[in-house]
């Protein structure tokens, strides 16, 4: 019975508050390491909105699954501005960082957003490293209850500027810490 009680209290605390995460890439390094572990937080964004720098664990739009294309046309040197309409239900969580959110303009110079024609600085990612998806100087503007997420490994993360924002509903939890391995145990 008391056994019983403990895992139904683990599922019911993994459901609604706080769910384990492994890293599955090198999207986000040197933030954080494949097979990292870290735990997402599920209440916060019930009583708040996400904010841009938050890293934050989705369900990510089909165009993952399509090769990353993005759900509507784009003109060339702009991000993918809309997403496909449905969620990856294929595809695992992702996590990424937002780094626009709803209403911003937003453009890509050399790998860093410029959101609302301030580009960010953002001395704890990996260089971009030349490429198409590392100039974006077209801006979009990032849709209603939508976010703009990237990886810190800014040249190799598949990222929003392929398959567009991620709707707020998508979102599972804002990562807060990481628990494993225990030499990088501590907040994100």
């Known amino acids: 019975m008391i056994v019983a009680a403990a895992v139904g209290l683990a599922l019911l605390i993994q459901a609604f508050v706080v769910k384990p995460f492994q890293i599955p890439s090198g999207s986000m390094k040197p933030t954080l390491e494949i097979n990292q572990r870290v735990l997402a937080n599920r209440v916060n964004?019930?009583?708040?909105?996400?904010?841009?720098?938050?890293?934050?664990?989705?369900?990510?739009?089909?165009?993952?699954?399509?090769?990353?294309?993005?759900?509507?046309?784009?003109?060339?040197?702009?991000?993918?501005?809309?997403?496909?309409?449905?969620?990856?239900?294929?595809?695992?969580?992702?996590?990424?960082?937002?780094?626009?959110?709803?209403?911003?303009?937003?453009?890509?110079?050399?790998?860093?957003?410029?959101v609302?024609?301030?580009?960010?600085?953002?001395?704890?990612?990996?260089?971009?490293?030349?490429?198409?998806?590392?100039?974006?100087?077209?801006?979009?503007?990032?849709?209603?209850?939508?976010?703009?997420?990237?990886?810190?490994?800014r040249g190799a993360s598949e990222d929003s500027r392929f398959w567009g924002p991620v709707p707020r509903e998508r979102i599972i939890g804002q990562a807060l810490l990481t628990y494993w391995p225990p030499d990088r145990i501590g907040p994100l």
């Open 45 to 114: 964004y019930r009583f708040t909105e996400p904010g841009i720098g938050d890293v934050v664990i989705f369900r990510p739009p089909m165009g993952v699954q399509r090769g990353g294309r993005c759900g509507v046309r784009r003109e060339p040197g702009q991000a993918c501005p809309r997403a496909t309409p449905e969620a990856a239900t294929e595809s695992p969580p992702f996590i990424k960082r937002i780094v626009a959110g709803p209403g911003d303009t937003l453009s890509v110079r050399n790998g860093h957003p410029v």
């Open 116 to 153: 609302n024609e301030v580009e960010a600085e953002e001395d704890f990612v990996n260089p971009c490293g030349g490429g198409a998806a590392c100039d974006l100087p077209e801006e979009i503007v990032i849709p209603p209850g939508e976010y703009f997420m990237m990886g810190d490994n």
